[in-house]
């Protein structure tokens, strides 16, 4: 073992990027001679992946930052980094709050991670390294070989060019870059080999994805996939209302690969609000969009993203999203609670919603979303759902669980073994996050 390899332990906040460059990352970082290790207890190193979404997101990283910077006081050679979105959007500020951190790493540099901390190990260094945003995001990070998966996350782009008022991705994550074709399908490729069977691209706008270079659009993609042996299920998220079109929409009909669901994130039922989000489409473009998504694929599953309590909600505006919830009947959703993220144009209004409004518009929408995801689960107790067996479900002894084709999360018993393959399971019962069943032989 080398002098300079040390065990890591590493957390992840927010989305499933984040999860997917902390998957990578590990992968780089076992190649470079450390050891990932699952307790922090046992670590050299404590590298935490941040999130900026929201300003609850910053603040738990922070806290976990402050309380992981205090073992270093008795333990000087004990190592703490942040990395990710909060390192993007903060930079070297971060310091005035935690002086004693080793790493400040914004996502587009995660691939240098390793060789910052062989400097910082073979240099002895004891100030702080904020590494720098290259130029161009290195794709060829992704290409990696994880540990294998059933599922694999696949990134096909970096960043997001839109200008939404609230979001602050563009400036944790910068502008959008997309990640070449060749890699992408090479990765999965190199996957279904290994045993993957279902593939969700990633991306923060995945259906603005293009390679110029090699021509190729986000539907080329799906059908290069769909081409792929081995692979049996393609997802993706997050896709942006305003880049869908035709041929894209008709690949729910036509691609026997992609599964019937879609997250779709809305943000708001209302046109005056959409249109100070600068999201670019209306209700009536989102509705027209559903319906021609349902005329090609009428079971197909559709779940949301809603902001409640953007800067000048109106009452009114707030029931177009309850009665826009009616008209699409989500199979799922997330509701956000509007969070103003600094730098960003909305954060600056004068019309801030007051918490106590923001928290009873969320529950409204949460006990319309209760009955309406309830209400869809129950429609597949009583029937036969194809799983792909994902791993062990963390709650419960001897279960385990997948998913169904609409992305619908399935408790089952059954043994280890089975994890990576795909098994009828008869749904008994359906609550509004989950199905239970039983392996039919
Ligand atoms: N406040 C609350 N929710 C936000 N989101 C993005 N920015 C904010 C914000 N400032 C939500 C959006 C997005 C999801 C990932 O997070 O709904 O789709
Ligand atoms: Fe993901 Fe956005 Fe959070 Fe970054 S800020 S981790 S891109 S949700």
Same mark, same amino acid.
């Given at each position: 073992m080398s002098p300079f390899s040390r065990k890591i332990w590493i957390?992840?906040?927010?989305?499933?990027?984040?999860?997917?460059?902390?998957?990578t990352l590990k992968a780089l970082l076992i190649q470079a001679g450390h050891v990932i290790v699952?307790?922090?207890?046992d670590a050299d190193i404590?590298l935490?992946?941040?999130?900026?979404?929201?300003?609850?997101?910053?603040?738990?990283?922070?806290?976990?930052?402050?309380?992981?910077?205090?073992?270093?006081?008795?333990?000087?050679?004990?190592c703490?980094?942040?990395?990710?979105?909060?390192?993007?959007?903060?930079?070297?500020?971060?310091?005035?709050?935690?002086?004693?951190?080793?790493?400040?790493?914004?996502?587009?540099?995660?691939p240098r991670v390793p060789s910052l901390i062989y400097e910082t190990l073979t240099?002895?260094?004891?100030?702080?390294?904020?590494?720098?945003?290259?130029?161009?995001?290195?794709?060829?990070c992704?290409?990696q070989q994880?540990s294998?998966?059933?599922?694999?996350?696949?990134?096909?782009?970096?960043?997001?060019?839109?200008?939404?008022?609230?979001?602050?991705?563009?400036?944790?994550?910068?502008?959008?870059?997309?990640?070449?074709?060749?890699? @992408?399908?090479?990765?999965?490729?190199?996957?279904?080999?290994?045993?993957?069977?279902?593939?969700?691209?990633?991306?923060?706008?995945?259906?603005?994805?293009?390679?110029?270079?090699?021509?190729?659009?986000?539907?080329?993609?799906?059908?290069?996939?769909?081409?792929?042996?081995?692979?049996?299920?393609?997802?993706?998220?997050?896709?942006?209302?305003?880049?869908?079109?035709?041929?894209?929409?008709?690949?729910?009909?036509?691609?026997?690969?992609?599964?019937?669901?879609?997250?779709?994130?809305?943000?708001?039922?209302?046109?005056?609000?959409?249109?100070?989000?600068?999201?670019?489409?209306?209700?009536?473009?989102?509705?027209?969009?559903?319906?021609?998504?349902?005329?090609?694929?009428?079971?197909?599953?559709?779940?949301?993203?809603? @902001?409640?309590?953007?800067?000048?909600?109106?009452?009114?505006?707030?029931?177009?999203?309850?009665?826009?919830?009616?008209?699409?009947?989500?199979?799922?959703?997330?509701?956000?609670?509007?969070?103003?993220?600094?730098?960003?144009?909305?954060?600056?209004?004068?019309?801030?919603?007051?918490?106590?409004?923001?928290?009873?518009?969320?529950?409204?929408?949460?006990?319309?979303?209760?009955?309406?995801?309830?209400?869809?689960?129950?429609?597949?107790?009583?029937?036969?759902?194809?799983?792909?067996?994902?791993?062990?479900?963390?709650?419960?002894?001897?279960?385990?669980?997948?998913?169904?084709?609409?992305?619908?999360?399935?408790?089952?018993?059954?043994?280890?073994?089975?994890?990576?393959?795909?098994?009828?399971?008869?749904?008994?019962?359906?609550?509004?996050?989950?199905?239970?069943?039983? @392996?039919?032989?």
């Open positions: 957390k992840t906040y927010g989305c499933q990027m984040n999860s997917r460059d902390s998957e699952d307790n922090e207890k404590a935490l992946n941040t999130c900026s979404v929201r300003a609850l997101a910053e603040e738990k990283a922070l806290g976990k930052a402050g309380r992981l910077l205090k073992r270093k006081e008795r333990d000087p050679n004990f703490v980094g942040i990395l990710g979105c909060m390192a993007g959007r903060r930079g070297a500020e971060l310091l005035k709050i935690l002086p004693a951190l080793d790493w400040i790493v914004p996502p587009q540099a995660l240099q002895n260094k004891c100030t702080c390294t904020v590494a720098d945003v290259p130029q161009a995001f290195d794709f060829t992704y290409e994880l294998p998966k059933p599922v694999l996350f696949v990134p096909v782009q970096q960043g997001c060019g839109m200008n939404c008022s609230y979001c602050i991705v563009p400036k944790t994550r910068g502008h959008q870059q997309n990640r070449p074709f060749e890699s @992408i399908v090479t990765e999965i490729r190199q996957a279904a080999q290994r045993g993957t069977r279902e593939v969700m691209l990633l991306g923060q706008i995945v259906n603005a994805y293009v390679d110029k270079d090699a021509q190729k659009t986000f539907v080329d993609l799906l059908q290069a996939i769909q081409e792929i042996d081995g692979i049996e299920r393609i997802r993706f998220m997050s896709p942006h209302p305003s880049f869908f079109n035709e041929a894209l929409v008709t690949c729910f009909g036509r691609l026997s690969k992609l599964c019937p669901a879609l997250h779709l994130p809305i943000q708001s039922g209302s046109n005056r609000i959409l249109k100070l989000m600068r999201r670019g489409y209306t209700r009536e473009g989102v509705l027209n969009l559903v319906k021609a998504l349902r005329a090609v694929e009428p079971r197909i599953s559709i779940s949301t993203d809603l @902001i409640v309590g953007y800067p000048g909600e109106t009452e009114e505006d707030f029931e177009q999203t309850v009665s826009l919830f009616g008209e699409i009947h989500f199979d799922m959703a997330y509701i956000f609670k509007y969070s103003p993220r600094p730098t960003t144009e909305a954060a600056s209004s004068e019309e801030m919603i007051p918490e106590a409004v923001k928290e009873e518009r969320n529950q409204r929408l949460l006990s319309l979303l209760n009955h309406s995801s309830t209400a869809y689960n129950e429609t597949f107790v009583g029937t036969k759902q194809e799983v792909l067996i994902e791993g062990t479900a963390p709650h419960g002894e001897g279960k385990l669980f997948g998913r169904n084709r609409y992305n619908k999360k399935v408790i089952f018993n059954g043994s280890p073994k089975l994890i990576g393959s795909f098994k009828e399971i008869f749904i008994k019962k359906a609550t509004s996050s989950a199905l239970e069943g039983y @392996i039919v032989d």
